[in-house]
């Protein structure tokens, strides 16, 4: 079967650096997204990796390991505004999205 | 990047009556459409997945006589959530990805929808 598995919950400090892993099992594989949702809103696009390696956009980065079936979201310079649920999501050979439970990451100061 | 548009945001309706959620692409063409619902402290349900012009393809579970979903143009979904019940009460999002190599999925705002 198909399966994206996350971690439930993490907590991190202000200012520090916190790496949500990210691993999946699709049918056929077309790439892995990042989103993050704040509570009650809807999710916001972060992150698209369909090649091996590390995509860089300001703060946050993300990984992917296709041999492995792994990525992950990497956070610098937390802020408050950080905490929220990251959910990752693979993209299977029909272009389906299959979801993960979302983490939920939790900013202390 | 592209912006998708859900309206309403939020809607309160009595049991027994039906609701319409619409969700627009503003500046793309939206090939396929996701209906996605939400619990709180859940993750995303997938309902169904439409393609303009043809019959939407629901997920498991999902009743398609309850929930109505209508593709007619490039731009724009409907959900009718018919004879709305408490339970029905959720956070219902769209999304809508274009053609193209870039497979990424838009999201619209959301719904909350409470069914008194």
């Known amino acids: 079967g198909q399966n994206i598995d996350q971690p439930t919950e993490m907590t991190a400090t202000e200012g520090a650096i916190v790496q949500i892993n990210c691993t999946y099992q699709t049918s056929g594989f077309n790439g892995l997204f990042w989103y993050q949702q704040h509570a009650g809103e809807a999710p916001t696009f972060l992150s698209y990796n369909v090649l091996d390696g590390l995509e860089e956009k300001g703060r946050f980065s993300s990984f992917l390991s296709r041999s492995k079936g792994y990525s992950y979201l990497l956070l610098k310079e937390l802020q408050m505004k950080d905490s929220a649920s990251y959910l990752c999501a693979g993209i299977d050979s029909n272009y389906q999205l299959i979801w993960g439970a979302g983490t939920k990451l939790i900013i202390k100061p | 990047g592209a912006v998708v548009s859900q309206h309403p945001s939020r809607v309160i309706c009595k049991s027994g009556t039906s609701v319409k959620i619409e969700c627009r692409s503003l500046?793309?063409?939206?090939?396929?459409m996701f209906w996605y619902r939400q619990f709180p402290k859940q993750s995303l349900m997938l309902m169904a997945t439409?393609?303009?012009?043809?019959?939407?393809?629901?997920e498991q579970g999902v009743e398609k006589d309850k929930f109505l979903i209508n593709h007619a143009s490039l731009t724009l979904s409907t959900l009718t959530v018919t004879s709305a019940h408490p339970e029905d009460s959720s956070f219902y999002i769209c999304s809508a990805r274009g053609s193209g190599d870039y497979p990424e999925a838009f999201f619209g705002q959301g719904t909350r929808l409470t069914v008194v």
């Open positions: 439409s393609n303009e012009g043809s019959k939407a393809t629901y």
């Open positions: 500046d793309f063409q939206a090939t396929t």
